[in-house]
T-cell receptor
Framework: GAGVSQSPSNKVTEKGKDVELRCDPISGHTALYWYRQSLGQGLEFLIYFQGNSAPDKSGLPSDRFSAERTGGSVSTLTIQRTQQEDSAVYLCASSRIASGGADTQYFGPGTRLTVL | AQSVTQLDSHVSVSEGTPVLLRCNYS??????LFWYVQHPNKGLQLLLKYTSAATLVKGINGFEAEFKKSETSFHLTKPSAHMSDAAEYFCVVTPLNFNKFYFGSGTKLNVKP
């Protein structure tokens, strides 16, 4: 079946512009996560959606970052007034929620964002 | 509090020799533990996971990991390294009944011919 897809695969933008990154999770997965992976770094948690519950935004680095998930499926991560330090690979993952808690995360290929 | 420590940022082995990638965790609750692999310019792929069943977990490509509660460790091993194993490996913990994942900082594995 189809995996997690993300678009665009690459995005180059100028400092100060807004960008939108899209994630299509695996069908039927109720949990969706956004992470950021800067060059040479591990994964930094950004935000988590689970069903209709309020998202866990505890990882968003500033109020320039926001995300929404429409209809419990597709998610968009928006970065306003981009800065050079926002340059990174943005990864999306989805998972089922098993009775005992989180199930395996399946990752998309990522969007490489470059802010000039 | 939950956290993951990968003790080595880089590991270098010769092809055909054993691989050991170390991971220690702290968790206030019974954890689920995962190892993911990321090949250059590729996405993250699940290698194996532990979810409170057998403590020795076998994964893909000949990798396995052992959950040791007394040592709070979940080290990844492989008896014989292959050139294709060169990649970055991430240890991940999530407390049971919670839905947030905590990633280690990663270990880059280099395999020499």
């Amino acid at each position: 079946g189809a995996g997690v897809s993300q678009s665009p695969s690459n995005k180059v933008t100028e400092k100060g512009k807004d960008v939108e990154l899209r994630c299509d999770p695996i069908s039927g997965h109720t949990a969706l996560y956004w992470y950021r992976q800067s060059l040479g770094q591990g994964l930094e948690f950004l935000i988590y959606f689970q069903g209709n519950s309020a998202p866990d935004k505890s990882g968003l680095p500033s109020d320039r970052f926001s995300a929404e998930r429409t209809g419990g499926s597709v998610s968009t991560l928006t970065i306003q007034r981009t800065q050079q330090e926002d340059s990174a690979v943005y990864l999306c993952a989805s998972s089922r929620i098993a009775s005992g808690g989180a199930d395996t995360q399946y990752f998309g290929p990522g969007t490489r964002l470059t802010v000039l | 509090a939950q956290s993951v420590t990968q003790l080595d940022s880089h590991v270098s082995v010769s092809e055909g020799t054993p691989v050991l990638l170390r991971c220690n965790y702290s968790s206030s609750y019974s954890p689920s533990l995962f190892w993911y692999v990321q090949h250059p310019n590729k996405g993250l792929q699940l290698l194996l996971k532990y979810t409170s069943a057998a403590t020795l977990v076998k994964g893909i490509n000949g990798f396995e990991a052992e959950f040791k509660k007394s040592e709070t460790s979940f080290h990844l091993t492989k008896p014989s390294a292959h050139m294709s194993d060169a990649a970055e490996y991430f240890c991940v913990v999530t407390p049971l009944n919670f839905n947030k994942f905590y990633f280690g900082s990663g270990t880059k594995l280099n395999v020499k011919p």
